[in-house]
Nanobody, 124 residues
Framework: QVQLVESGGGLVQPGGSLRLSCAASEFTLDYYAIGWFRQAPGKEREGVSCISKSDGSTYYSDSVKGRFTISRDNVQNTVYLQMNSLKPEDTAVYYC?????????????????WGQGTQVTVSS
């Protein structure tokens, strides 16, 4: 079973940057992709960015494209989300999760194992 632990959240001013990390306890399981999701108060959880384990192909939601970058380190068993030019609307709890379903779809309903989340607050 994959266990995921997120870190790196915090309070940042608009225009600032944060890097989130997702450490997987068992990276050798044959999951297909790992992704970052977020949920703001009163809103549904949404897919932010996902990356394929095998070939590194990526997906970004339109709201973060050009500002966020997902990357993976298979040696360190860690996936990162570099977030630049942060906006107040990026404020949310950010989760990482894995899926065994191929096709690199970044929809929360398709993901099985979830971390506990890390809070990101963008405010002046």
């Amino acid at each position: 079973q994959v266990q995921l632990v997120e870190s790196g959240g915090g309070l940042v001013q608009p225009g600032g940057s944060l890097r989130l990390s997702c450490a997987a306890s068992e990276f050798t399981l044959d999951y297909y992709a790992i992704g970052w999701f977020r949920q703001a108060p009163g809103k549904e959880r949404e897919g932010v960015s996902c990356i394929s384990k095998s070939d590194g192909s990526t997906y970004y939601s339109d709201s973060v494209k050009g500002r966020f970058t997902i990357s993976r380190d298979n040696v360190q068993n860690t996936v990162y989300l570099q977030m630049n030019s942060l906006k107040p609307e990026d404020t949310a709890v950010y989760y990482c999760a894995t899926t065994f379903i191929p096709g690199l779809k970044c929809s929360p309903i398709l993901y099985d194992y979830w971390g506990q989340g890390t809070q990101v607050t963008v405010s002046s």
